[in-house]
């Protein structure tokens, strides 16, 4: 086996490599849960308060207003709604 000086870029892809090979396997799929839904929805609501937020603050709106609406996987997502 091929040793790689710790902490480089080929040590930490070796260590990706070999920490996906020995995940433990599944073999089905977790229940979701009333729990979980939650904190989904939870989770959606303060992404967009986050948003909100930073639309409202003078230097970050021009990112926001670029992300939204002139980001091609958003104009995609929209499109699906029209």
């Excluded at 020995?22 to 986050?50: G, Q, S, Y």
């Amino acid at each position: 086996m091929k040793k790689h000086k710790v902490g480089s870029f080929s040590g930490i892809v070796e260590l990706c490599k070999e920490l996906y090979k020995n995940k433990p396997k599944r073999d089905e799929m977790k229940e979701v849960t009333k729990k979980d839904v939650i904190a989904l929805i939870l989770t959606i609501v303060v992404v967009i308060l986050i948003l909100v937020a930073l639309w409202y603050i003078p230097f970050t709106n021009g990112w926001i207003r670029q992300l939204l609406f002139e980001n091609s996987l958003f104009n995609a997502i929209a499109g699906l709604f029209k």
